[in-house]
């Protein structure tokens, strides 16, 4: 019996072995009210990462917002990879007792995110808690988290304003995240597992559907990169940003 | 506008407010392979109450065992409610630092459950990590992630020997479980949130498809039940155990 | 030299190698006030096992209570074994950090046991914390802490109706425990520890001295049971129950 | 109905309200075999104080003695207040979580006094953990602790020899502790709780009985004392190490 | 008395009010061997942000990259707040039970930056621990540690060429960190407290001597940042690197 | 190549190989406002050993305070080792999840000292934080740093008075430190690392300029001394501590 082939990015010919244009995203898809008992929820699909993103709505503000005397509400961020979501089973964070500082690194930035998609005034003196669990893990899952952060945050404040919590939505920018990464010195949109494990360029991107920047992280771990690698990175994220935006838009108008 | 009506276990005729007999289950339904990166999971849908049930095969035994040279495997469980599964936003484990007593006491139970259900030889010296993630809560976790669990459990066996890992299955007994109550004097199978809360009895039974025990747990909380109250809810227990075998039996074949 | 015999549950003519009738109880002694500052103490020998048990009465009720407006007092148990009470030295849980699963299941158990014998109304705006040290284990150190924990709750319940500070007692059950199990296909009553290790079934009961159950707890840990088994179970267990509430009784007298 | 009186340290004439001379012990006993598991174990009161001390030797040595290659054997010693000790109930410390800085730093003590009392080679590759928890706390816990544990250590290494595990006992001191202060200017022997809360100084003497300091540790919370005072200290310890002696070895003579 | 005036970021005439340019580096100084112990260390001040960098060599590899057989050495930093470096005292982590989440992401991306500077085929089986200290924070700690722990870095390696350990340096690039922001629609180089806690984005860039990036991380909490503005300050981040990879030769040379 | 020679604590002829007399100190400097947002701060440098000691004046008393009722103002210290202080890299507190035994017992003394030299009345109703971070660790961190300390709390007072915010200084005594111990059977002042490693008795003595005693802490771990050996030990301390309180009078007066 032979051995399996291990799956590489590229095929023979240098074309992505999933078939995908080099600025291609993977189909996305959203199964919405995934969690009912949160105010909005949906489980992002993308491609075989999959994440549960819920987001509720707790009438009251963190501590240090009545300590400083801060108005307005607040957004804050949990993420966890449950332990089945990887191809070996993963210690859950409380069996450790803390949580690894990758997961920390990441909660922080899809808190940041989505601070930025809302007025805090307009939410009121509310927090607006966002939980996103990794069911999957193939490549992009802060990416995933972010994008359908943004989907089940939309879920909730239309809520809020169809309860008549808030006279108007108080999202101010539409939000996504994309991922894009030099593998074998060509630039690609939307890494799985098996091309972000290659990459030797790796960058985040946080935008709005209007092409603004929340947030560009972009890492060369054991490597770096030039300015014109950077400028080709930001073009490709720019095209898949403007794909996302309107697949987001369809999720959030099916309810 | 006024104020909606509290729920209540029984309409004015003293029949159950969701209409089922004392004796009736809720609506049970089973989406396999909701976790493709565990060995065997499903999601179990038991009226309100959804239970992801994830079972990981690990090719090792735990510590204690090559210590104290016991052949065979193990099976371990971990039992979380996600923090979105509850009406208030429930903390994370992870964030307080330790698990809470009652999922530590509920992840006891699954383990040693499932534990009743197999040959530990005939799985040879692996692991079976089972994982009951709650991700909608409304009465009857611990029994649905029992039941699930087995569902998972008979999944993941059922691929170890197909992949040719063990000669034969290694499960010995079909395991369910189910709750039983007394609220307001009368007896009931498997209560939902709100006759749970409402129950002065509340008895948990583990049992296998030869009608035989794992485990019954019967508490009175802040009040005590009667040798004849004991045996009815027993009576009940068997009947909804009964229908469970089927609807295992059947998820199970759908693979 | 000879190694020692290993000690088995029955001698070659298949009675109990200890001497006792199948339905026999070990004998129990209490030693009453064995920590001072306690409101009430009892140091309990069960056989070789050997429990402090302790309750202090606290003049304030738990922060929840107060949040959710509940009325009346609280109980609470902390269940600990000192780490010279096994014979291979046992990790302190304040050097681990945490406590262990086990630990946490019981102490929980002897909570709801005991709020079941009082009526928290009438214990007023207070706390019984018990705590449970074990001194010496030799099988059935939850049953002993139950059946210990009622006396010592007995004695400064007492306490508090000779101080004037409740009219009268808040007792309104006398709650104990005792182990029942199967061992090489026989039912047995209060198992030491070489029974309870060669056990297919363990079961604990908690019952009040009417013969109303409280709790009741059978596992068969890599085994199951019959009904048939439960009944002789359920049967054993009364008649050592009643034998139990005699002793209680005069300890209490002792005061 | 009038106030109690409060307790004071002196009498209207100036004399210790408990009618002891001011360098007078107070009645110390011993219950050997407290805790039969442990390899040897004994109860000491020390006028309301009592301390359960035990030793348990185990057949392994610390990781970090292999690392070191360091030959012989290890003491180490672990305190713990029991809940119920205090006049109000202290939280466990595997309830915080932690150990409070007090015990930390008592424990230390305790272990490097015993240290002194033996030949770590002749002990062998072996563990003597000491546990000293206390069972009720009324000023001199942790000389009460150290009095106790050279007693248990006694018995445990008597116990070495008698089953062959060593060739002669590794002990090379006799060790005790007794305390010492200044209280409205008088120096005391041996504080007991009032005393000690009243006390400017406090001063710990752990002593052999040829006369040796071990550890000598005096405090002037929030005050000083001159050189004279501590010579004055220094005599009252002697005249009571003398007497702890004596006690000690009836103690240990009786098994 | 009048108020002092707080402290803004600009002047009245829209300059920066410690007269820099809206390009210009604050004044930066190194105290090179200020914890002679390590094997390289260095004191960077940075303005008035001032961090102990100190990087200690130890002959051994973390355990992962046995288990997994990877070859060569690793770099890994932790970083830190001194209690005393903020104008409010900042309680200790060690205190807390666990860093904070800011503590946690700053050191993974210090780690991530010293790794790409080094060979770590080259470094031979070693563990470089990066420790950086903050003694007092005014604004760049992050990038004070990079551009300091950098510098600490040479002097290790240097070292280890000088001992004969290596038979070359390991070091691959030159490594410096600077912040750029935007505050009141300006861009501006290397911010200051005052002007952080003003700023609309703010940037950190790792970069390399020879112009190329490691990382890059924008942020614009609360806010949103255009193409153009990235751009601007991507120039204005080049041109502080310049200096910077100009102040590190002369300090590294110091030895 | 030859091996370097190990150090020792004497040369040949039996005089300390550091060139001091036996009763001789290390040279000592103070580094003022090494962390200037403390409100007081020095380096101090004791030989080879150099602590950080920051003073910070907090407006606010501990809890427990206004629970008991406490008047006046408090005083607490946090001792820890930077990891890069020590010749191979110790592992920091926070890493470990919990401080060392040793550190937690050389706070409590730091604390206990420094509220010996404060009237806590006069210093309001404010608390004094009292950091120690080791930067070079080669003997007598824990009295370098009760010496350093005490300079850093004199210039944190000297501020408060010159703020205004006391009227006069809360200080009541000078405070210092020293360590005296027994090394080869010869008395030494002011242990070294060397020496302190091969004491057979290690004392610390911590007193006022008026030559009263503070603290006292004599150990001899295993190991005993005689009460000659004490008298000579508290002999050379004195005129340690005589030159310790000139050195930082100086050190106060620039202030």
Known sequence: M????????????????????????????????????????????????????????????????????????????????????????????????????????????????????????????????????????DGGTRTASITGAFVALALATNKLVTDGLVSESPLINEVAAVSVGVVEGKTLLDLRYVEDAAAAVDMNLVMTSKGEFIELQGTGEESTFTPDQLQEMLAYGKTGMDRLNEIQKTAIAQG
Chains 1, 2, 3, 4, 5, 6 share one sequence.
């Open 2 to 137: 032979s051995e399996p082939l291990k799956e590489t990015s590229f095929d023979q010919d240098g074309n992505r072995s999933d078939g995908r244009a080099n600025d291609g995203l993977r189909e996305i898809r959203f199964q919405n009210g995934i969690a009912p008992h949160a105010t909005g929820s949906t489980l992002i699909e993308w491609g075989n990462t999959r994440v549960i993103c819920a987001v509720t709505i707790e009438e009251a503000v963190p501590r240090w917002m009545k300590y400083q005397n801060v108005s307005g509400g607040w957004i804050t961020a949990e993420y966890s990879m449950l332990p089945y979501s990887t191809l070996s089973r993963k210690q859950r964070d409380s069996s450790r007792g803390k949580q690894d500082g990758r997961s920390v690194e990441i909660q922080r930035l899809i808190g940041r995110s989505l601070r930025s998609a809302v007025d805090l005034e307009k939410l009121g003196a509310r927090t607006a808690w966002i939980d996103c669990d990794v069911l999957q893990a």
